[in-house]
């Protein structure tokens, strides 16, 4: 059982939440509920618990105010938010699950599977988060592996692989990482921060081509040497990109 706790100050939002928990997701444990940081604090002090269903907005302050009030406690975060906004953004690049009010059922249950993967969190994922959201430089992202979250900074990857529901990271120090995420989801986070979609199964850091090879249908060599294909309806796409560099 996954220990939990919601903190929220809509006693309506609280009420439902827990509705569909007890509906669709029995691993969940609810040991307790908190309407504010102040009271949230106490609560999280006294649980200890494993996952926290946490508002951003609420009447004492916001869920920040919380994560920085408990340090590096470990326990995970699935934010509950009703508003779509580019705050959104920044939680899921720190990885942090979020869902948007009313909870749709079938996103809660792939977030308690998030949470069930992981199940605890490391207090660099929590900086992570913090030193995103309020930094807005997105200079960080922290990486879910079967076995562990990894934190590392956006300038150290290379490329990005698709691997059916995962995608492989590699590092200019030659690490490989699989991550339980999809290749479409980098393409929108890091897609702003000089990262270029070149295939469909391909997510290039700009900084470390090499050279585009015009031959054999086209293909991209990097700075380590590895030769990344470019697909047809990408080709003219990424020779203006190369151009504009």
């Known amino acids: 059982m996954i220990k939990a706790v919601i903190i929220d100050d809509s006693e309506k939002a609280r009420t439902a939440l827990k509705a569909d928990l007890k ?10 509920e908190a309407d504010g940081v102040l009271n949230g604090g106490k609560l ?6 494993e996952l926290v269903f946490l508002d951003i907005e609420m009447g004492d302050g916001t869920g920040f105010d919380l994560l920085e009030i408990m340090g590096d406690a470990p326990f995970n975060v699935i934010f509950t938010t009703a508003h779509d906004s580019f705050a959104v953004k920044a939680f899921k690049f720190s990885a942090i699950d ?35 959201v309020q930094e807005k430089k997105h200079s960080r992202l922290a990486l879910h592996t079967l076995e562990k979250i ?3 900074h956006i300038q150290e990857i290379v490329r990005c692989e698709s691997s059916t529901n995962y995608t492989i990271f590699y590092f200019n120090d030659g690490r490989q990482l699989l991550v339980t995420k999809t290749l479409k989801e980098y393409d929108n986070l890091l897609g702003g921060h000089g990262f270029f979609r070149v295939h469909q199964s391909h997510l290039v850091n700009t900084a470390y081509i090499k050279e585009f090879v015009k031959g054999d249908g086209g293909y991209l060599v990097m700075k380590d040497g590895t030769q990344v294909p470019v697909s047809s309806r ?4 990424v020779m203006q990109m190369l151009s504009e560099l």
Do not use: F, M, W
């Open 23 to 32: 509906a669709y997701c029995p691993e969940v444990s609810l040991i307790g």
């Open 44 to 49: 999280l002090r006294k649980s200890k618990p």
């Open 98 to 132: 979020y869902l948007l009010k009313p909870v749709d059922p079938d996103e809660l249950i792939q977030a308690i599977e998030r949470v069930k993967n992981r199940k605890q969190t490391e207090p660099e994922y929590v900086q992570a988060l913090l030193n995103n």
């Open 150 to 152: 990894h934190v590392v």
């Open 234 to 237: 990408k080709r003219s796409t």
